[in-house]
């Protein structure tokens, strides 16, 4: 993860998405422009670090996930107040008995056009001659966002937005066999998980407005549908059946849930004056630059409907506070420091003085860091904290674990036919559970009570006492999995797939963690290397799944330190990064601390951005690889920054004659 979890495809995903969304219908014709720019995509896929670019800023003991499953499942953590950490059951939801799909709505006249529009549509929807849609979903995503950002002492941009945006899907064939392409080539995944369905929806509670945009964008992913289904049909002339006759969808239940509305309260001026002050903390030392402090606070209410009846409404708040700089060592090499944490309430962040303190605690890091030794890549015995061991598990894990990739023939599939085999050292489990909110007092980013196809999150044990139990199941069956399991997430302008929530990594042999680093002192002696090595920060991760490359990963790791097999002395060290491969690595884990941690951040793949958490405790690898890092070298500013410069005097004013 990072603040983002991932690669190239997601360099792609974005740009493809800023051109989509500054377009008009007349200009969504080929050009020579645009058949230019999607070669430049295509290339960025074929030759980039694979299809996952999952480089997510994610930010931890008890077993993190309510339920114990008795003895087939990890044992419960110790009790630490998990009921606090679980929404509390709403009477608004429920499952919706057969042929309920025109349940009566509260009264929102935005939600009852959708209803109105997906009844019309269900019924009568049809070319002369082709198949008729057998699914249709409707998601309008609502978001408010005020966006506050400052550099130097001033605030730079402060505006307030508010955006809605109408998603359609739609679906011809049937359950078993529709218009979806999932299993054959990459360029089939991609042009089904980014199609232009979605439009920019009015902010005003307009029905006319809302029935029209949606009667035209239902039109055309009916005809987009009905053309992918006709070329389905005419590959499987000539191109080899799947192993497995796999349905294309899941048949599920339809629910009902609707979230009262709530009240998301942000102070915009109070943040603004705490910008300029925090970020004029930044200006005291004349090597820190490009200094920087965002606050970002998000209201977001989706509303989804489809033609099985299921109608969901929920509200999502969260506010992003960041900062970050950089300093330039001796030898040219910039080295950055970024540091960001979540809140779903104003009241939960932190106060100005204590903002204040930790960025005059990371200026000192970066000092530090710029006199550090640069080190040459080595392979070593390593502590990673809970935080890099997230990152490590999300990439090297998590990612081989979504459901969609065990269909794709281009994937690595790791995984896919080990079901029930060990993949993971037997004192480790891993779970996703979505349903928690919270976790000693950290918020979770990961947290959500409906995806984005409608199915209700679900805890799910992926990897138990080392043995892999289960995957992350959107709509798309795979072999053996027939449902999903509410993982399907997805960014509004994307389908949903299988991804991660809140990853759990669970251990049944725990060690304080003076035990740990003593046990790191004994492998080194072990393997008689010249020392160990501590991460203690990471700014984020991305991997690589797909079978054409390498099956690897990296984590960009800010705070390293080499460690002395004698004394335990720790140094800090520059200019490297981790790197390795998923079966290898994971098995190098040789012990875990029990200081569980929460790294929070979003994740960038193939259905998009979504937020994610994980929760880890801090492991020892017996052997892990760090390369140099590829940040280039360049030569420092020739004049000191202004305010250092005591040779400038300040102009006299001319005086009057």
């Known amino acids: 993860m990072s603040g983002r979890l991932c690669g190239p495809v997601c360099f792609v995903i974005e740009w493809v998405q800023f051109f989509r969304e500054f377009e008009t219908d007349r200009d969504r014709e080929t050009t020579p422009m645009k058949q230019l720019f999607l070669l430049f995509c295509c290339a960025m896929l074929l030759f980039g670090s694979g299809v996952d670019p999952r480089a997510d800023e994610r930010a931890s003991t008890p077993d993190p996930t309510a339920s114990p499953v008795g003895e087939a499942g990890p044992s419960a953590m110790p009790e630490r107040s998990l009921a606090a950490d679980v929404a509390p059951p709403t009477p608004s939801s429920g499952v919706l008995p057969e042929g309920k799909e025109d349940a009566v709505l509260p009264s929102d006249p935005v939600l009852q056009a959708m209803q109105q529009e997906l009844l019309r549509s269900k019924a009568q929807l049809r070319l002369p001659g082709y198949e008729a849609p057998y699914f249709i979903s409707y998601r309008l995503t609502d978001t408010t966002e005020t966006k506050i950002q400052g550099k130097y002492g001033a605030v730079i941009t402060s505006d307030t937005n508010r955006r809605r945006y109408l998603t359609v899907e739609v679906r011809v064939g049937d359950y078993h066999f529709d218009n979806t392409m999932i299993q054959k080539n990459y360029e089939d995944f991609f042009s089904q998980y980014y199609m232009p369905n979605w439009v920019l929806a009015p902010i005003e509670d307009n029905t006319d407005a809302f029935r029209h945009l949606l009667w035209q964008l239902t039109d055309t992913q009916y005809k987009v549908a009905l053309n992918q289904f006709l070329k389905k049909k005419a590959k499987n002339v000539y191109e080899a059946e799947e192993t497995e006759d796999l349905d294309d969808f899941t048949r599920e239940e339809a629910h009902f849930f609707i979230e009262p509305p709530r009240t998301f309260s942000f102070d915009r001026a109070k943040w603004e004056a705490i910008t300029r002050r925090v970020t004029d903390a930044f200006r005291m030392h004349p090597d820190i630059f490009d200094l920087e402090m965002n606050v970002n606070a998000q209201r977001e209410r989706v ?119 060990r993949i993971l050292p037997d004192f480790l489990s891993v779970i996703d559970d979505p349903t928690l909110e919270r976790f000693e007092g950290v918020d979770l980013n990961g947290y959500y009570r409906y995806d984005y196809d409608g199915i209700p999150a679900q805890r799910v044990v992926l990897v138990d006492h080392g043995i892999l139990e289960n995957f992350l199941m959107s709509r798309t069956p795979i072999k053996g999995f027939s449902h999903s399991n509410g993982h399907g997430r997805s960014s509004y302008n994307h389908r949903p797939v299988g991804r991660q929530g809140n990853l759990i990594v669970r251990s049944h042999k725990e060690l304080p963690y003076a035990v740990l680093k003593a046990r790191l002192l004994e492998t080194v002696r072990a393997q008689k290397k010249p020392f160990g090595l501590i991460v203690k920060d990471i700014r984020g991760g991305e991997t690589n799944t797909r079978s054409g490359g390498y099956q690897a990963f990296k984590g960009t790791p800010t705070m390293v330190y080499k460690v002395d097999p004698e004394t335990g002395k720790e140094t800090l060290v520059r200019g490297l990064e981790i790197v390795g491969t998923p079966l290898t690595t994971l098995n190098n884990i040789i012990a875990t601390s029990d200081d569980y941690r929460v790294f929070n951040g979003f994740c960038g793949a193939e259905s998009g951005y979504v937020s994610v958490s994980t929760i880890a405790p801090s492991i020892l690898v017996k052997e892990l690889e760090f390369q140099r890092t590829s940040d280039r070298k360049e030569r420092p500013p020739i004049l000191l920054p202004p305010a250092f410069d005591t040779t400038i005097q300040p102009e006299k004013s001319a005086e009057a004659p």
């Open 303 to 421: 509303s989804f409907l489809n033609t099985e009846g299921s109608i969901i409404e929920t509200e999502e708040h969260l506010i992003s506070l960041s900062y970050g700089a950089k300093t330039r060592a001796p030898d040219g090499m910039v080295l950055p420091i970024f540091k960001q944490f979540y809140y779903r309430k104003e009241a939960d962040m932190p106060s100005e003085a204590r903002l204040l303190a930790d960025v005059l605690r990371m200026i000192e890091d970066l000092l530090a860091l710029g006199s550090a030794e640069e080190l040459s890549p080595v392979n070593v015995p390593a502590i990673l904290s809970p935080e890099a061991a997230g990152v490590l598990f999300h990439e090297a894990v998590g990612h081989r674990l979504e459901g969609e990739r065990q269909r794709i023939e281009e994937e690595g599939q790791t995984f896919t036919d080990r079901v029930g085999e």
